[in-house]
């Protein structure tokens, strides 16, 4: 099975040499505690935390799974003590305000964390990853007498929290939901209903799991617009703070599922439990999908998590097994043949898997400093920061948990495939990677949902292309001093300046179709979001490569080899990855009557 290393050389070269946290963090306010040296610290002690406690579980959770009896869910073998050294360790409260018990890191800290843990054990990093909304949802929107009672115990991780949406009829659409909320005449509310698909919506790792529920008032208007929003704890707290008696909630059953088998997914059923709204009547889809951003960025980090650990078990696979002798000589002279990495299609499947996730990473820490500078908008009550920010942030999600969780996926195929058969097998761990893998292009919105916010809302709806023109013109802006470089370079700052025009024009020719044609839209959507993923992926290329070959020139932080490296594989990716978006391009331009012209009854003939 893959022996997580935390790739600490990478993080640093992002934060401190690409990206400048340092100074990023010094502008921030109430970020005085986010000095290098305990950035650093932070990072040396979820690495090992990562290395020696959460990956050792990983293979063996997925092995037992988790079991349910009388509606109470236990978890995999490890996962209790580990969870009771990730609370003692402070890791849930890293980017929560000190009021509750939190140490206020910036938000960028905790993706940073969540990247790690992901990467060594997605399942067991889903228990407190959930609590993130939930704790989200309450800060923003709860009273102060709610704060009081939920924050602190959340924060410190004693209870964990989740998002109840799905219902059995409707995902997406949440338009439909169904379940009921009852005044009860005390200020409370009788909530009624089932919600599946609950991550860690049962389990026993914490003493309390606090509930946010969507659910409709009596009188609520239909759709959308009449959805409010509930606290609905397992136990109800007593006055004091302690623990009460058992709300009408239950685990009904335990999903069966593909991957994520040591991560509790459960349906919910809700019998009159005593609920508590937060927010407005009505209102409770807008609290909701509040820092929704920052949630689904968190799902993206699952597709850089996997491409991470499938390099991580192919890589020394790679250089271990050997088969055949290389086609352009003996390399190996000791043995009786080469080793796999010798062969230049494995050499494609590994650099693959390594330019995604060092691109993925980039782009992810990138729009990490953007959800810094939302939250600070948060605290200091500036709504028109938040709103800036926040906007920025909406237009990178659906690219980030779209693309990336999709590169991810092939990456983690990829690993099974460097192993050829021994893949397939339970005991090395790299099926499980793509079975874990698998659900990342689903939950949080399909790929193609993400495809259609894109394409639909953010760029032709919202912003009428301003989006991609603003992203455009940052690529034009980076590569055109480079424009007449010679090498390596200058041909990756031409191919990106290419594509920032390339981009321009392929919106604004769907932009003048959707008029005429709306189902180019969703026809599109797909192609749209990849090419699009494809070439902010370069940009974040172009960007480290730009770093590196500086600090080759000038010297850096770390060695040459490393630099070496990088400008290698940003080659890699401009040759070998980058080119697919022509492929995209050409399909998304191509007429939806191919799509839409069969009719529905003759899709089978059976």
Not at 52 to 75: F, H, K, M, R, Y
Request: proline content about 4%; glycine content about 10%.
């Amino acid at each position: 099975m893959p022996q997580y290393k935390a790739p600490l050389r990478d993080v640093r070269f992002l934060l401190n040499e690409v990206f400048d946290y340092p100074a990023h963090y010094a502008q921030l306010p109430s970020a005085e505690d986010a000095t290098p040296d305990m950035v650093d610290a932070i990072l040396e002690g979820c690495a090992t935390f990562c290395e020696e406690v959460l990956a050792p579980l990983n293979l063996s959770g997925d092995q037992e799974g988790c079991t349910i009896a009388d509606g109470e869910v236990t978890t995999p073998k490890g996962f209790k003590e580990a969870y009771a050294e990730y609370v003692a360790g402070g890791w849930q409260g890293l980017s929560h305000p000190k009021e509750y018990g939190g140490q206020e890191l910036p938000m960028s800290m905790n993706l940073l964390k969540a990247e790690m843990m992901g990467t060594a054990n997605w399942s067991f990093t889903m228990y407190p990853g959930l609590s993130l909304g939930c704790m989200n949802t309450v800060f923003q929107f709860g009273s102060t007498e709610q704060k009081n009672t939920y924050m602190p115990k959340l924060v410190s991780g004693e209870w964990t929290g989740t998002m109840c949406l799905t219902e059995p009829q409707c995902g997406t659409d949440l338009g439909q939901v169904k379940t009921k909320a009852e005044p009860a005449g005390d200020g409370t509310y009788k909530i009624t209903g089932t919600k599946i698909f609950i991550s860690a919506g049962e389990h026993d790792l914490a003493e309390n799991i606090v509930h946010i529920v969507l659910a409709r008032l009596p009188d609520a208007p239909k759709g959308t617009r009449g959805i409010s929003l509930f606290i609905v704890p397992k136990f109800l707290i007593n006055a004091d703070g302690s623990l009460g008696a058992r709300n009408t909630v239950k685990a009904g059953a335990l999903e069966h599922k593909m991957g994520i088998r040591a991560s509790a997914t459960c349906v919910m059923n809700f019998d009159e439990a005593v609920g508590y709204m937060i927010a407005e009547p009505n209102k409770g889809l807008e609290a909701m999908f509040t820092f929704m951003n920052t949630a689904r960025i968190g799902t993206a980090v699952q597709g850089l998590a996997h491409a991470e650990l499938s390099y991580q078990g192919s890589l020394p696979y790679a250089k271990e097994r050997r088969s055949m002798r290389a086609l352009s000589g003996k390399k190996d002279a000791d043995h009786v043949a080469d080793a796999l990495i010798w062969h230049a299609d494995v050499r494609r499947m590994l650099l693959t898997q390594r330019a995604v996730a060092e691109g993925a990473r980039a782009m992810i820490y990138h729009a990490a400093k953007l959800a810094d500078m939302m939250v600070a908008g948060v605290a200091e009550g500036n709504q028109a920061q938040y709103e800036e920010y926040d906007d920025k942030l909406g237009f990178y999600t659906p690219i980030l948990k779209g693309f990336i969780t999709e590169m991810g996926l092939e990456c983690a195929n990829l690993g099974m495939q460097v192993f050829g058969g021994h893949g397939y097998i339970k005991e090395h761990g790299m099926e499980q990677i793509a079975r874990d893998a698998r659900i990342s292009t689903l939950y949080e919105g399909t790929t193609g949902i993400q495809a259609l916010d894109l394409l639909g809302r953010k760029v032709l709806l919202q912003t009428r292309g301003k989006c991609i023109f603003n992203f455009t013109n940052e690529m034009i802006a980076q590569a055109k001093p480079h424009l007449l470089s010679g090498g390596a370079i200058g041909t990756m700052a031409r191919a990106c300046f290419k594509r920032a025009m390339q981009w321009k024009a392929l919106t604004l020719r769907i932009m003048l179709r959707a008029n005429k044609d709306r189902d180019i839209v969703s026809a599109a959507c797909y192609d749209y979001l990849m090419y699009s993923g494809f070439v902010m992926m370069g940009h974040f290329w172009l960007k480290q490569a730009l770093v590196a070959q500086d600090k080759l020139a000038r010297g850096g932080k770390d060695s040459k080899e490393f630099y070496t490296a990088k400008l290698q594989t940003a080659e890699f990716y401009f040759e070998r990855l980058l080119p697919r978006a022509d492929g995209h391009k050409k399909s998304m331009l191509s007429p939806t009557r191919s799509v839409m012209q069969m009719d529905q009854e003759h899709f089978s003939f059976i």
